[in-house]
């Protein structure tokens, strides 16, 4: 199992965590949000904190809740990371927001992966693959889209929110890519589709909620539906392929992931690694669990 975090990412740090909140700095501006893995004391006094953050997140229920201002600072702003392969070099520019769930249009610690798919398209651009097909699912704002994209993929970006899907097209056009293809749908009708069509993909990327909606309603539950996904996922791969799954639950381990990489993967055995991607702060090095992963190596 592999411990992976982020190493060249300028524009974010998480500088402190603890008592259920993380400090973090996006560019210029810091924020203080609710963190339910923090559940050990904070390095720094929560009062220091507050004089450092330009706003803070305040829960009115679990999913939901607005943001409180401490210094001003806009309700959107951009920031950028930077892509290295090699001598190769890209960069992705993400639009940030202040919304009302918490999130902010990014999640860090898939810098690690967005790493990891640059490098595996390039890789199968060399084993004579012209433009690698790659399928991102549960996509959000195109993190992994636009890191595709930019080593020259041939790009289907799936969520079933079509103001996310709007959002990850901005962020397409700032960071100058062009041509992702958008799909607005429940993410295992797609794929079963896919299979019934007989479709393949160089490269397949899954981040799945633990709980979700698709667009007609359809429910989607991690555990109850995670092992339908993955043998169709399967169904989907090409002989030259790479994979990133990502679960972010409470209480999921990489094991599990590992048991699906030997069940629907086999073949893929000597290229596959799974572990646990962490932030580090900088105050105090705490590691803070974000999720475990498994990937296949093109």
Same mark, same amino acid.
């Given at each position: 199992?592999?411990?992976?975090?982020?190493?060249?990412?300028?524009? $974010?740090?998480?500088?402190?965590?603890?008592?259920?909140?993380?400090?973090?700095?996006?560019?210029?501006?810091?924020?203080?949000?609710?963190?339910?893995?923090?559940?050990?004391?904070?390095?720094?006094?929560?009062?220091?904190?507050?004089?450092?953050?330009?706003?803070?997140?305040?829960?009115?229920?679990?999913?939901?809740?607005?943001?409180?201002?401490?210094?001003?600072?806009?309700?959107?702003?951009?920031?950028?990371?930077?892509?290295?392969?090699?001598?190769?070099?890209?960069?992705?520019?993400?639009?940030?927001?202040?919304? =009302?769930?918490?999130?902010?249009?990014?999640?860090? @610690?898939?810098?690690?992966?967005?790493?990891?798919?640059?490098?595996?398209?390039?890789?199968?651009?060399?084993?004579?693959?012209?433009?690698?097909?790659?399928?991102?699912?549960?996509?959000?704002?195109?993190? =992994?889209?636009?890191?595709?994209?930019?080593?020259?993929?041939?790009?289907?970006?799936?969520?079933?929110?079509?103001?996310?899907?709007?959002?990850?097209?901005?962020?397409?056009?700032?960071?100058? *890519?062009?041509?992702?293809?958008?799909?607005?749908?429940?993410?295992?009708?797609?794929?079963?589709?896919?299979?019934?069509? #007989?479709?393949? $993909?160089?490269?397949?990327?899954?981040?799945?909620?633990? $709980? #979700?909606?698709?667009?007609?309603?359809?429910?989607?539950?991690? @555990?109850?539906?995670?092992?339908?996904?993955? @043998?169709?996922?399967?169904?989907?791969?090409?002989?030259?392929?790479?994979?990133?799954?990502?679960?972010?639950?409470?209480?999921?381990?990489? *094991?599990? *992931?590992?048991?699906?990489?030997?069940?629907?993967?086999?073949?893929?055995?000597?290229?596959?690694?799974?572990? @646990?991607?962490?932030?580090?702060?900088?105050?105090?090095?705490?590691?803070?669990?974000?999720?475990?992963?498994?990937?296949?190596?093109?």
């Amino acid at each position: 199992m592999q411990l992976l975090h982020p190493q060249h990412f300028d524009d $974010y740090e998480l500088i402190d965590c603890g008592y259920f909140l993380k400090l973090e700095r996006f560019g210029k501006f810091i924020t203080i949000r609710p963190e339910p893995q923090a559940v050990w004391g904070s390095t720094l006094p929560l009062k220091d904190w507050r004089r450092m953050a330009h706003v803070e997140f305040i829960p009115k229920s679990s999913s939901s809740g607005s943001w409180k201002k401490n210094k001003d600072m806009p309700d959107q702003w951009s920031i950028k990371y930077g892509l290295k392969n090699g001598e190769h070099h890209s960069t992705l520019s993400f639009r940030l927001g202040l919304t =009302a769930f918490k999130h902010v249009g990014i999640f860090p @610690e898939q810098a690690v992966n967005w790493d990891f798919i640059y490098q595996n398209c390039s890789k199968l651009k060399g084993k004579g693959v012209t433009q690698p097909k790659v399928l991102n699912l549960f996509a959000y704002t195109g993190g =992994a889209s636009l890191a595709a994209k930019a080593a020259g993929a041939d790009v289907t970006h799936l969520d079933s929110i079509k103001q996310v899907v709007n959002w990850s097209r901005e962020n397409m056009e700032l960071s100058g *890519l062009t041509d992702i293809r958008w799909v607005v749908e429940d993410a295992l009708t797609f794929v079963k589709r896919e299979v019934k069509r #007989g479709n393949k $993909y160089n490269g397949i990327i899954l981040d799945p909620p633990a $709980y #979700g909606h698709g667009t007609n309603g359809e429910k989607w539950k991690m @555990e109850d539906m995670i092992n339908e996904m993955i @043998e169709g996922v399967a169904k989907l791969a090409e002989e030259n392929f790479f994979l990133v799954l990502n679960t972010y639950s409470l209480g999921f381990s990489s *094991l599990i *992931l590992e048991n699906f990489m030997r069940q629907q993967f086999s073949k893929y055995t000597k290229s596959t690694q799974t572990g @646990e991607l962490f932030l580090n702060t900088t105050q105090g090095k705490l590691m803070l669990p974000l999720g475990v992963f498994a990937r296949i190596s093109a």
